[in-house]
């Protein structure tokens, strides 16, 4: 279709083409109309509060008044705070169990049901009802099946005259229960992202494989994973993002105990803000939440961008 | 022709707005906010409050029968999640706060401290309440800095509710079929013992995984029977004291001899309770109602050998008393004209005179009269209960986060009775813990 | 057709134990929403003294009337209708405009800036949250529909993601439409935007899906009844112990509010897997 748009024929019309494609790659003020709507709001309702926010980590104050100019006392105060320091132990701990897992069986998922066939969409719908349910809900499932005497998995132990693993109030399992309820609430989205991704691949590369009698294995190692090493990298830094920022789940299923066992970073934040009414200690460590978080979603995409070169 | 068209149009017009506007003009409007959950289905037309059953129901029910009964005030009611704080929080900060809302007593403190709160003392006298009406503990619950910041509706506490068949069993039970309780920790031991070898059950069914208030509220019920006054200044807590260490040491006991049940949240406990799977369930007022229904229902753990409920048993030696909080009706801090400030006081006026038909809700009654009528010890198991409205004691009304440092004992118990924690560590971190807090104020 | 993942044709032993696998697993998937669902239609009281008797009769719709009862829950639908359906459309307009923006054309500081808006999908929900509030009371924004829609519109997650997916797309494809001469909106919007469909589809339904959900702003913002959302809505008509004394109710709650996104996720799954990609590129 390009080349019968193409008038004429001739080196002259490449020539202008060639200077069309230049054209296209300098940078043109006009250019960011397409960015500047976005932009806008991003400034004003994501930069601007976010530097508010940092102002008011440096004041002692409620929600009822400006405060006090406390300087860095926040910050010192959080890291004398044992409290604290666990916290954030716990939220990398939380995003280490989850994070793979959510991107692996994402992946898996998406692999396994990528086709135009009614019970692979049955098997869609499946995968990602369990997103639908808001957080209260999801809580409320696992916690009956993790609670003592009459809990799902108390029961089916009990068919077998075992006691069964208390999630929710031995220290060593309260991350990891929380971390299985969080894992099946939210597949939805890391599965849905790698399908997306396997629409994107031409399907001319998977036509010349298999002219070429490559094995199953081989296509997907050398044609499938490699063509949707992008969406892996974002799948894996959106849910680094998601994940450091767990709340309503260790909230609703064990209060972040026991012992603060299961406490991340955002129910300190929450405690801090709305329970303690310090808000300057709440907005310092948000503060060094985005920080831990900028540092971990560039480190994988660092990470993975030296890897692509390499590759 | 078009003319009388227009004319017309214009008559109908200004029917229809004169129509619309009316009740606005001619009524008061009162924004009232509050928890206890909406029940539009069973209870959105009911009037008579004495139909009702439960909290959503009664208090749905008494705020229809209001406006009903006054025509010239519109109360609109907005129903907020338990215990709503987050959003009044909120409403505040942005200056558009509701005029009547629910407020624990706990946390009277919290809002009044910033002056958020109006004083109602006044407005209480001119609708002919006076202070005496109320009960002590809904007195001192609702008092700070020695004015009134809320009418008190009610007051409520932990109870031991009692499966009497299990009792039986356990041969704890008196000549006059009343349960033996103990009057001493080590009563306390012996009879969980007993108990447990009789009947093979927990003495306690408690929900101690998913939860701060119970150990909280425990606490401090056994510290004020010991005369600890942990909080003589508002702003420093002594917990790291021979008394508190006594109470853990007690709760661990419980829990390492399996006098417990262990790793349930508070939706399990229920059920382990109602399934007979333990002799005594600490719980609130709020549930005398249900069990009271279970144990009529034939068939049910509570029907086989009966349901009782007391106050928690004086174990030590000191005061008589126990915990107590309350809910009560605040009032914001905000210019008002004197119609509104009428229907405020009318609206507060009309709750006390029903004081009676929310106490049916298990809560003992905040008024005086009602605790003492004919009425009210008419109703299932408040004769044995009523001493709570004497027993009852909350914090010091200066103490500000109340809800805050109920979590920071709640976790230090939770880690010192399952073992996570040493007891006297427990106790040091709790302390400063909670000094922490209150520095930051 | 049967298998676009691996290129075969016709289903070999591996496809079906790959299939039963899957199958077995979304049997697991299933069962606690299968479950929630049993638990909404059963009596709260009788839930509240046995669990257990949700595998048996009688079963009654009475928690779904209640919900249809309560006063103001169609106000209520209609204001989370507003509010997620209105900042979905801005947030896959404005992130497909900026997603062209950033993966294809250049403009001064094209780099520094799509890095900041990488920084700011770091920046959790808490650190603004309060600022937010505040500014949006000097606004007088709160409890109107603006006030609960706009702070959803400043997320990158959209810009992120559609970047990533322009970028996958070959460039020929454009650069041969530009020397069709045409104009640049008019390749973003013929040539490119129809290609990003299944990350259209994806976003539409996650940005939804989490505003439909979405607790707090709405929480601290849509704090009058009139303005409440489904999610908060629902929330405010549970008692105190409602998951002891109102299960059945409670999950009725939880399917009568998750249905909806269930019904748009399969009116819209048929544009995240079709043979779109095929067809475009030839």
């Known amino acids: 279709m390009a080349e019968a748009a193409l008038p004429g024929s001739n080196s002259s019309a490449a020539a202008g083409a060639r200077k069309a494609v230049q054209d296209l790659n300098a940078p043109l003020w006009r250019n960011v109309l397409f960015v500047s709507p976005y932009l806008f709001f991003f400034v004003t309702l994501l930069v601007v509060p976010l530097f508010w926010g940092i102002w008011l980590s440096l004041h002692k104050a409620d929600a009822f008044g400006t405060g006090r100019f406390v300087g860095l006392d926040n910050y010192f105060r959080l890291f004398r705070d044992k409290i604290f320091l666990q916290v954030v132990g716990n939220t990398f701990y939380f995003v280490l169990l989850t994070v793979p897992a959510l991107a ?24 990602f009802a ?60 890391p599965m ?15 036509e010349a494989a298999s002219l070429d009698n490559a094995s199953r294995w081989r296509t997907l190692w050398h044609i499938t994973l490699p063509s949707i090493r992008r969406t892996f990298v974002l799948v894996i830094i959106i849910e680094i993002v998601l994940q450091f920022q767990l709340f309503g789940q260790a909230w609703l299923m064990t209060k972040g105990g026991p012992n603060n066992a299961s406490k991340p970073i955002v129910l300190y934040i929450y405690e801090a803000t709305f329970i303690k009414w310090d808000l300057g200690l709440g907005a310092a460590a948000s503060e060094i939440l985005f920080i831990l978080i900028m540092i971990a979603a560039l480190a994988q995409y660092f990470i993975s961008r030296r890897k692509g070169e390499e590759g | 022709m078009t003319l009388t068209l227009r ?80 959003q009044l929080t909120a409403q505040f900060a942005a200056g558009d706060p509701p005029d009547v809302v629910t407020v624990h007593h706990s946390v009277l403190g919290d809002y009044q401290s910033r002056g958020l709160l109006m004083p109602l003392d006044d407005l209480l006298n001119s609708v002919g ?34 499966n009497m068949d299990l009792f039986k069993k356990a ?20 009879q969980a013992k007993q108990f447990k070898e009789k009947t093979g059950k927990p003495y306690f069914v408690q929900n101690l995984a998913n939860e701060v208030a119970l150990y909280t509220r425990n606490l401090y019920t056994y510290l004020f029977q010991q005369d600890s006054d942990f909080f003589a200044d508002p702003k420093q807590v002594k917990l790291n004291t021979p008394e508190a260490k006594k109470v853990l040491e007690m709760y661990k006991a419980i829990y390492d001899n399996d006098y417990t049940t262990k790793d349930m949240d508070y939706a399990a406990s229920i059920n382990a309770f109602l399934a007979g799977e333990g002799g005594v369930h600490l719980n609130g007022t709020w549930v005398i109602g249900d069990y009271n229904a279970s144990s009529e229902t034939a068939g049910t753990a509570l029907n086989a050998g009966g349901y009782a409920v007391y106050p928690y048993p004086q174990l030590f030696p000191g005061k008589k008393a126990q915990y107590a909080d309350g809910h009560s009706w605040a009032v914001s801090q905000k210019d008002r004209t004197p119609e509104e400030a ?76 399952t073992g996570q924690k040493q007891i006297d560590a427990a106790l040091a971190d709790m302390e400063s813990r909670i000094n922490e807090l209150l520095a930051n104020i | 057709m049967s298998s676009v993942s691996s290129g075969m044709v016709g289903r070999s032993a591996g496809d079906r134990i790959v299939l039963m696998l899957t199958i077995a697993m979304a049997i697991v998937m299933m069962a606690p929403i299968a479950w929630v669902v049993a638990l909404s239609l059963k009596d709260n009281k009788e839930l509240m003294t046995d669990m257990n008797s949700v595998f048996h009769v009688p079963y009654t719709i009475a928690n779904y009337i209640n919900i249809l009862a309560t006063s103001s829950v169609f106000r209520w639908i209609l204001n989370s209708v507003i509010v997620s359906g209105v900042l979905t ?138 303005m409440y959302t489904l999610t908060i809505g629902i929330a405010s008509t549970q008692t105190n112990f409602a998951q002891s004394e109102g299960l059945g109710f409670l999950m009725s709650q939880a399917v009568f509010a998750g249905a909806p996104i269930l019904i748009l996720y399969l009116f819209f799954q048929k544009y995240i897997v079709t043979a779109v990609s095929g067809a475009a590129v030839r």
């Open chain 1, 104 to 127: 692996v069986i994402g992946l898996l998922l998406a692999l396994a049901l990528n086709r135009n066939t009614r019970t692979a969409a049955a098997l869609r719908a499946v995968y």
């Open chain 1, 130 to 189: 369990s997103s639908v349910l808001s957080v209260t809900i999801v809580t409320l499932i696992w916690r009956t099946v993790f609670i003592g005497n009459f809990g799902l998995l108390a029961t089916v132990y009990g068919w077998f005259g075992a006691t069964a693993p208390a999630f929710l109030s031995d220290p060593t399992l309260a991350m990891i229960g929380i971390a299985i309820a969080t894992v099946w609430w939210c597949i939805g989205l």
């Open chain 1, 192 to 206: 849905m992202l790698f399908l997306s991704a396997l629409q994107q691949v031409p399907r001319e590369i998977y």
């Open chain 2, 7 to 86: 004319k017309y149009m214009l008559a109908a017009a200004s029917v229809l707005a004169f129509a619309a506007t009316t009740p606005a003009l001619a009524a008061t409007e009162l924004t009232v906010q509050r928890f206890f959950g909406a029940c539009d289905a069973e209870f959105g037309t009911n009037t008579d409050a004495s139909k009702a059953v439960g909290e959503c129901g009664i208090i749905t029910s008494l705020i229809n029968k209001f406006n009903a009964d006054n025509p010239d005030v519109h109360v609109s009611v907005t129903t907020v999640e338990w215990p709503g704080y987050d």
């Open chain 2, 129 to 162: 309440i006076s202070p005496s009406d109320f009960t002590d503990a809904s007195l001192s619950g609702v008092t700070k800095d020695g004015q009134i910041y809320g009418l008190p509706i009610d007051n409520w506490t932990m109870l031991f509710h009692i």
């Open chain 2, 171 to 190: 041969e704890l039970v008196n000549a006059d079929g009343t349960p033996k309780l103990p009057t001493s920790v080590n009563e306390l031991m012996a």
């Open chain 2, 342 to 417: 009428a229907a405020i006081g009318k609206f507060l006026k009309f709750f006390n005179d029903n004081d009676f038909e929310w106490s049916r809700t298990g809560h003992l009654p905040a008024v005086k009269a009602v605790l003492e009528s004919e009425n009210f010890k008419a109703l299932p198991h408040r004769d044995t209960i009523a001493a709570v409205a004497t027993l009852g004691t909350p914090l010091p009304s200066t103490v500000q986060r109340q809800f805050a440092i109920q979590d920071i004992i709640g976790q230090e118990m939770n880690a010192a009775i």
């Open chain 3, 89 to 226: 459309i801005l947030t896959l307009v404005l992130s497909s405009l900026a997603g062209y923006g950033f993966a294809r054309l250049n403009f001064p500081f094209r780099n520094a800036l799509l890095i900041l808006v990488l920084l700011g999908l770091a920046v959790p929900e808490q650190a603004v949250l309060i600022a937010r509030h505040q500014l949006f009371s000097w606004l007088k924004f709160h409890n109107t529909y603006h006030g609960l829609i706009l702070p959803g519109l400043a997320a990158p997650f959209g810009v992120f993601l559609m970047t990533q997916y322009f970028r996958a797309i070959p460039k020929e494809l454009d650069e041969a439409a530009l020397l069709d001469n045409a104009s640049r909106f008019k390749i973003f919007w013929k040539v490119l935007l129809p290609l990003t469909l299944p990350a259209q589809a994806t976003l539409g339904i996650f940005t939804f899906l989490s505003s439909w959900n979405d607790y707090f702003w709405p929480l601290i913002s849509g704090t009058k009844k009139e």
